[in-house]
Structure formats: C-alpha cells, structure tokens
C-alpha cells in the first residue's frame, strides 16, 4: 500500500503558467522527497524537505511541508513543455528504515 | 560519471517461467534499492542492502522474488515461476551513503516486465 496520495492526478496547463501538485500522507515522517518521472524513464530527484523544514526552493521549484496536516506542495513557475512529466511524492517515514514510501503522482503536461 | 544501469530494460516471459534483473549501481554507493512499480502508480518498495547484506525485504510479495547482492555492488532480482500479477517495471536505486533515507536515491531506467 501507498503512503501518500498526490492530488490532483492528472494536470494540463499551458506554457508559462504555473502548476501546484499536492500531496498528503498518513505518519510521521523523517523527510518528505519529490521526483520527476518523464515517460519510460527513471526517477530524477528534484528536491528534499526535512520535517522540520518548512519551505524550500531549487529554480523553478518551490516546496512546501505542513507537518499538522500531513501536507506537501510542490509549485512548478513558469512552465515549460519539458516539464511534462509524473511528479511523486515520496516520504522516509521515522522507523521504517531506509526505503521510500511513494504516492501515486500526478501526471503534469504543459502544452506548448 | 556513469549512473544506475539496468538490464534488460525489457523482458517478456511466459508465465511460469523464471527472470533476473539486473542492476548496477553507481561505484561505490553503499545502500541499493529494489522497487516495483505497476502501470499507473506510484513504486513501491521491495528490498534494500548495505553493501553485500540485505537489511530489509519486507517489501518482497512473495519467497518467489529473491534478491542477492553478493560483493556489495551489482545486484540481481530474481522472480521464479513468474505471474501475470508480476508484470511491472522494476526499478533499481543507489544511494552512496548507508542510511538511504538522508541520501538522495539515484534511480535506474528500470526493467519492464511483461509476463503472458
């Protein structure tokens, strides 16, 4: 079973605009990740907030945690056709070792 | 440098019979990962190892899949008697650290695993 559950699961914008994707999971939790996931390929890290973090940004991407509603957001600015992707929500959870627990993505396409 | 390769990148088997995939991590990474991730959904955890000693496979779904990393750097993942239910990509991942979870993981290409 899935930790987290990403929201919404399918975005489609156009260039330039901006793109939210949220993402909520269940325990506590050591550090909440985010991954892009383009067609047939791999996972790319983006970005890792810890859990006593609040926000945090790289580029173009701005990542929020709220750790009393078990609540990320990941804000993608200025988009771009090469940001069409799946975008994950992943979380190391306290005690449960090293794996990551993933949600189910939201598949972002940004439309020329 | 090079990253995370995986082989084969396809694979088709008929059912019962029996695949490995393999993997090879980043040099010198310390931690590997081993995730399953079916058509539409998110990866789900299999099995880790701290260089040759698998430290974790409660996420393996049955004693049909096996994992073995034995000189701490490629790894293999083995399905016996494989299903239809088996059909997913399988995706391998490195982290240089031994404790993954305050390491980035760097993911391979996966194996996609059709079974008929």
């Known amino acids: 079973s899935q930790q987290g559950e990403e929201d919404p699961q399918a975005l489609s914008i156009q260039e330039g605009e901006n793109a939210t994707m949220n993402c909520s999971y269940k325990t506590s939790i050591n550090n909440l990740q985010w991954y892009r996931q383009n067609s047939g390929r791999g996972l790319v890290h983006l970005i890792l907030i810890r859990s006593n973090e609040r926000e945090k940004h790289s580029g173009r991407l701005r990542v929020t945690l709220d750790t009393s509603k078990k609540s990320s957001s990941l804000l993608i600015t200025a988009s771009r056709a090469a940001d069409t992707a799946s975008y994950f929500c992943?979380?190391?959870?306290?005690?449960?070792?090293?794996?990551?627990?993933f949600g189910g993505g939201t598949r972002l396409m940004v439309k020329p | 440098g090079a990253g995370v390769s995986q082989s084969p990148r396809y694979k088709v088997a008929k059912r019962g019979q029996d695949v490995a995939l393999r993997c090879d991590p980043i040099s010198g990474h310390v931690s590997l990962f081993w995730y399953q991730q079916a058509l539409g959904q998110g990866p789900e955890f299999l099995t880790y190892f701290q260089n040759e000693a698998q430290l974790d496979k409660s996420g393996l779904p049955s004693d049909r899949f096996f994992a073995e990393r034995p000189e701490g750097s490629v790894s293999t993942l083995k399905i016996q008697r494989t299903q239809q239910e088996d059909s997913a990509v399988y995706l391998c991942?490195?982290?240089?650290?031994?404790?993954?979870?305050?390491?980035?993981?760097?993911f391979g290409p996966g194996t996609r695993l059709t079974v008929l």
């Open positions: 992943a979380t190391v959870l306290n005690n449960a070792g090293n794996m990551l627990t």
């Open positions: 991942a490195s982290s240089v650290k031994d404790r993954g979870w305050t390491d980035t993981q760097y």
